[in-house]
């Protein structure tokens, strides 16, 4: 679990291990996962499998004087995609973007203006496979505390961090049913204060939270 009293070159170190034995997993679909019973339902698989896009997020840890924070935007209403949810910086693979990292780092600049010279990169998870079609892979970076985070108005109504301890502790993780066209479907979710974080994100979490409890994951 996570020690205040770590280092964060211990930190980097463990979540580095860790990552390198995550990644024998290369894909994640959760909703496949939780949902079974749904997995040849023609609704969902058009929904979640048609003509997919590639995209990269950012995972932001950033060690505070406090303890250990992630840092989280909440999408402004006005975005044509997950308008109001709460996500990780990140967005679609662009042409010129030459590698997954650098399309998180782009997008993270762009959305909360983190420099990508303030982002020590660690790892990344296998790639997720979320709704509405992206296949997300997220990128875990340690974020220089000294970083001027300010969220672009036309993209991020608001930022905010919560302790990496509170979220990597399964216990804050849970399952809640929403429904789709008349059908129950099943998505995690990881509530934090006045911030209910959910889907995509919160399996992401999931995964990231999962190797915190996993020392002996297969490599």
């Known amino acids: 679990m996570i020690d205040r009293k770590e280092s964060s070159a211990a930190l980097r170190a463990r979540i580095e291990a860790n990552l390198r034995k995550a990644s024998a997993r290369p894909v994640r679909d959760h909703f496949r996962e939780i949902n079974p019973h749904l997995t040849s339902d023609k609704l969902f698989e058009n929904r979640w499998t048609a003509n997919r896009k590639d995209a990269a997020v950012l995972v932001p840890i950033i060690p505070r004087e406090d303890g250990v924070k992630v840092l989280f935007t909440v999408r402004s209403n006005d975005m044509p995609s997950h308008a109001g ?17 650098a399309t998180a780092l782009r997008e993270t600049h762009e959305e909360v203006n983190i420099h990508p010279d303030a982002v020590d990169i660690v790892g990344r998870l296998g790639v997720h496979q979320g709704g509405l079609g992206f296949s997300v892979t997220p990128i ?17 109504d608001e ?48 995964s990231f939270a999962e ?3 996993d020392e002996d994951a297969p490599g």
């Open 85 to 101: 949810q709460i996500s990780f910086p990140g967005g679609k693979v662009e042409a010129g973007d030459e590698s997954r990292e």
């Open 140 to 156: 875990v970076g340690i974020v220089d505390p000294s970083a001027d985070i300010r969220p672009c108005p036309r993209e991020v």
């Open 159 to 206: 930022v905010f961090e919560a302790p990496l301890a509170f979220l990597v502790d399964l216990d804050n993780h849970i399952l809640e049913e929403r429904t789709h066209k008349g059908v129950a479907y099943n998505m995690f979710a990881a509530p934090y204060g006045r911030f209910h974080i959910w889907g995509l994100t919160a399996g992401i979490l999931r």
């Open 211 to 213: 190797i915190f409890h």
